[in-house]
Nanobody
Framework: QVHVAESGGGLVQPGGSLRLSCAAS????????MGWYRQTPGKQRELVAT???????NYADSVKGRFTISRGNAKNTVYLQMNSLKPEDTAVYYC???????????????WGQGTQVTVSS
């Protein structure tokens, strides 16, 4: 069974920083893309940043220049460094593993349970 887990959320002041961590575990052959999404009540989940296996990154315009997605030294891990946080960044942040190949699955997508990020003074 593939499991995705994220952590690092919390309460921060505007202008502060947080680093979120995500790890995908299980009998994984490869992952096409890992990324971060966020969601607030009443809104659809939106893309924040993605990182492909080849190292290509993509960011939402709203976070470009403030957030950085990167791969950890451990396989199937990814981080989201969030700087200059704004109240509008408040949301539940979800880690996503797209195109996961395992012995039992040709390709599938997995989501973490989410971690709450609150930016408030």
């Amino acid at each position: 069974q593939v499991h995705v887990a994220e952590s690092g959320g919390g309460l921060v002041q505007p202008g502060g920083s947080l680093r979120l961590s995500c790890a995908a575990s299980g009998n994984i052959f490869s992952i096409n893309t890992m990324g971060w999404y966020r969601q607030t009540p009443g809104k659809q989940r939106e893309l924040v940043a993605t990182l492909t296996g080849g190292g290509s990154t993509n960011y939402a315009d709203s976070v470009k220049g403030r957030f950085t997605i990167s791969r950890g030294n451990a396989k199937n891990t990814v981080y989201l460094q969030m700087n200059s946080l704004k109240p509008e960044d408040t949301a539940v942040y979800y880690c996503n593993a797209f195109g996961v190949r395992t012995p039992a699955q040709i390709s599938n997508t997995y989501w973490g349970q989410g971690t709450q990020v609150t930016v408030s003074s």
